[in-house]
């Protein structure tokens, strides 16, 4: 079993950053590729990134590109997702995710989840 554990989420403005976290336990994550998604009120939990076990590959939702940056450290057994620019339509409950197969785009194939952090962005 993995434990997962996200932290970093917060009120911003728009253009602001923020960083979350990702803290595992229970087994180390590095043969796990490890996903963040997240989920805005009425709307379906989506694809936000993904990095794979290693950390040298990663895949990024279109909107997100260039904004965020994904990342991991398998001695800390933490990823961590880097946001930059926010804005509004980036609101939602963020969710860090475990899966043994990469890359995976699609929830129902991630093993393990956190709880979330909040996002909100402010205009």
């Known amino acids: 079993q993995v434990q997962l554990v996200e932290s970093g989420g917060g009120l911003v403005q728009a253009g602001g950053s923020l960083r979350l976290s990702c803290a595992a336990s229970g087994r180390r994550i590095s043969s796990y590729g490890m996903g963040w998604f997240r989920q805005a009120p009425g709307k379906e939990r989506e694809f936000v990134a993904v990095i794979s076990w290693s950390g040298g590959r990663t895949y990024y939702l279109d909107s997100v590109k260039g904004r965020f940056t994904i990342s991991r450290d398998n001695a800390k057994n933490t990823v961590y997702l880097q946001m930059n620019s926010l804005n509004p339509e980036d609101t939602a409950v963020y969710y860090c995710?475990?899966?043994?197969?990469?890359?995976?785009?699609?929830?129902?194939?991630?093993?393990?989840w956190g709880q979330g952090t909040q996002v909100t962005v402010s205009s």
């Open positions: 995710a475990a899966n043994q197969v990469f890359p995976s785009y699609s929830s129902r194939e991630y093993d393990y």
